[in-house]
């Protein structure tokens, strides 16, 4: 089976960094994603990691290390639009995805 | 109208009712899914399509039934549900094989079981 893990809520300022971790146990393992969403919203897509690494994307960053079953979402300059839930997902076979339960992020001027 | 959509965009039944879900993707993608989001739990993966074949049926009840009749349309057939069943049902469409995997999301049908 699989299961992840993340923080259910984070808080942080304006201007800030924040980093939202993801855990994860999976009888497969193709990548590591992430997504957005905002309330009343769908969700979007921010990055998917394959490889062990950091990938940047303008001010998110995302890290995998497939060895510990760890990753990180990092968000720099953190704006008041960014206030919305984050979840970490693992592709675990070709074409489908498991979902942790999101981590709600609350950004304060 | 491009991206994934899909109608309604809220529904109200009651447990006897029957009534589908229906979802669109103008995006050429061969993989649809079904996905239900409760309060405070984790999207649950309900049924994947793949070239117009399920590939996954996610232990979901048979209350829920699906169906693709085409690479671009996916329906969700609801009857005899349960207040439980209230949720956000999300529809996504990807195209497997692609560098990141990405899945567009359409708006969601927000489903009330009275």
């Known amino acids: 089976g699989q299961s992840l893990e993340q923080p259910s809520e984070v808080t942080a300022v304006e201007g800030a960094i924040v980093q939202i971790n993801c855990t994860y146990q999976?009888?497969?393992?193709?990548?590591l994603s992430w997504y957005q969403q905002h309330d009343g919203g769908a969700p979007t897509f921010l990055s998917y990691n394959a490889l062990d690494g950091l990938e940047e994307t303008g001010r998110f960053s995302s890290f995998l290390s497939r060895s510990d079953s760890y990753g990180y979402l990092l968000l720099q300059e953190l704006q008041m639009k960014d206030s919305a839930s984050y979840f970490c997902?693992?592709?675990?076979?070709?074409?489908?995805?498991?979902f942790g339960s999101g981590t709600k992020l609350n950004v304060k001027p | 109208e491009t991206g994934v959509t899909q109608t309604p965009r809220h529904l109200v039944m009651g447990m006897t009712n029957k009534k589908s879900l229906k979802c669109e993707q103008h995006?050429?993608?061969?993989?649809m899914y079904w996905y239900k989001q409760s309060a405070k739990k984790p999207l649950e993966l309900m049924f994947v399509y793949s070239l117009e074949e399920r590939v996954e049926n996610n232990s979901v009840p048979s209350r829920f039934s699906p169906e693709c009749p085409n690479s671009s349309h996916l329906f969700l057939h609801l009857h005899t549900l349960q207040p439980e069943d209230s949720a956000l049902y999300l529809c996504a469409s990807s195209q497997p094989g692609d560098t990141n995997n990405e899945q567009f999301f359409g708006p969601g049908t927000r489903l009330t079981v009275l």
């Open positions: 997902a693992v592709l675990y076979n070709f074409n489908k995805f498991y």
């Open positions: 999976t009888s497969g393992f193709y990548g």
């Open positions: 995006l050429g993608h061969n993989a």
